[in-house]
């Protein structure tokens, strides 16, 4: 049975629960009690593990749990759906107490209750393993209907919300999910095919490219690369962190020619970069500032040189 | 970035999901689009650790699988739900390989489909740590609606759907989650009250009786003690590892004494042992075979004395 630690902390985490109209029956019974809308529901999952996702020594608890509500919410962005509910299981270590604990469910609180998350259930444990987060966020499509990987078509033009690499030297902890970006590009344009950035550009692009049956032409006079990516010193190029990295957490999405100059003539308060165009060639090239095209792998230029 | 075998794995699950009339998008978009039927939701989540929960020595990753999937399975049952979809997040050991998270999913999956489960999503992550596995079920309430701990009344008659005791010689790993016996007393009865056995009958009960806000006497002559409970050898007597053991996962339940007739008199096909009776009186005391009354604390007697 839980201990005394256990529980105290449960009873903590029931008293600071948010409520929500829909929400009949919040922690505290054997399962959480939602009223649907009646619209399509999003569920996503992410497993959160120390060492692998983050540093305890290197970051704050609060700055964790963020990321791990972060990067559900950053899902449910992918899809265009609007975030409503979150389930949190954590496996915490034993020897890092109550507060630490406390600090972890108040940075995934913060960002819940900045995106209209009520977090609706979990399970608690402790143990003397490495600290796990696992949360799953219950999300609603808009009206327009969630967006797919699959819709790319040729001569599509591709974009992304933001600049790319370098998360690692601290955006992946401090990312805003772009749930609000990507409900105004639904309501503005037509998306065809949307990914958040997580795997890193190439790989995530390729996966879009696969669900669309469809290929792409990078420009690399066009991509966004960010300071960080220039900022990092292990030998390898921006432009090949602005490809490879993972957790920017940016969208990837591609809407037709006469939507993406809807989107440069609108002043919708989105940062959208137009990087290349879907083509019907399988594949993945880029166009280099020489004029040259370059093959972009899989896995970026990382794992193939 | 996802390495060549989470990839795989994915690929591998992804050809094996079912697919449900309800499910609009499954396992291999940003989150799986799922259309709800109208009726109030169910949300549930447990995370099961390593050498907590279970010992990959001592089981098969089929039972660990299954087990993740039954304890969720039990939750939804204590509401009188009906489970429909999971999603499944696991950070599974490097060195175990392909085989072994094979396994684990081919257990989850076959006690999903005994139970009507889609499994929708999921995340799929290796690491040099020990396995954690996260399971997060929705479920659907049925027409009468979710059955609460919280509503058990002076005089109300207290069941429970199995013996108790000993789970730890393995009926925690072997045990059928308790979603028909459910529906079917649901159907039968007004369940007043009602909570799955996972923590013991002593400190579930008392979950039941502080939401309620009621106390309860239980009679030593009706307490089913299992078979294990006798086998245990630590001393404690098959009555204490009755009250105090975790993992029964049998459903305690509260109705009132012509509903308890009732199921005294119909042909159920569900076991229902009647073990004692709601009062106003708080705490918990159990009448033993003497004619004496003796306190139940919270913890069961295991940690008091």
């Known amino acids: 049975m839980p201990d005394h630690n256990e529980l105290a902390l449960i009873d903590w985490i029931r008293q600071r629960a948010a409520s929500a109209p829909s929400l009949q029956l919040g922690i505290g019974d054997d399962c959480a009690v939602w009223q649907p809308s009646g619209s399509p529901l999003l569920f996503t999952t992410d497993v959160l593990m120390e060492d692998v996702d983050f540093r305890v020594v290197e970051t704050t608890p609060q700055l964790i749990g963020r990321k791990a509500m972060a990067v559900n919410l950053s899902d449910i962005a992918a899809m265009a759906g609007r975030p409503i509910a979150a389930l949190v299981g954590v496996a915490l270590t034993k020897s890092r107490g109550f507060e630490f604990a406390k600090h972890l469910h108040e940075g995934m609180q913060l960002l819940s209750e900045e995106f209209g998350v009520a977090i609706i259930g979990g399970d608690t444990n402790t143990w003397d393993g490495p600290l796990v987060i696992s949360v799953t966020l219950i999300g609603e499509a808009t009206e327009r209907g969630p967006v797919r990987r699959s819709g790319a078509k040729p001569g599509d033009w591709l974009f992304v919300t933001g600049p790319l690499g370098g998360s690692i030297l601290g955006h992946h902890l401090t990312f805003t999910p772009r749930v609000r970006e990507a409900l105004e590009l639904h309501r503005l344009v037509d998306l065809h095919a949307m990914i958040d950035l997580s795997d890193g550009l190439a790989a995530d692009l390729h996966h879009l490219l696969d669900e669309s049956g469809v290929g792409a032409t990078l420009f690399e006079d066009s991509l966004p ?81």
Chains 1, 2 share one sequence.
């Open 225 to 305: 690369v960010s300071e960080a990516a220039r900022r990092m010193t292990d030998g390898r190029s921006s432009l090949e962190h602005a490809l490879s990295d993972g957790e920017d957490f940016e969208l990837l999405f591609a809407v037709s020619p006469s939507d993406g100059e809807k989107l440069f003539a609108t002043a919708s308060g989105v940062t959208a970069t137009r990087i290349g165009e879907i083509e019907s060639q399988p594949g993945c090239r880029i166009q280099m500032r020489d004029g040259s095209l370059r093959d972009v792998p899989r896995g970026g230029w990382e794992h193939s040189f």
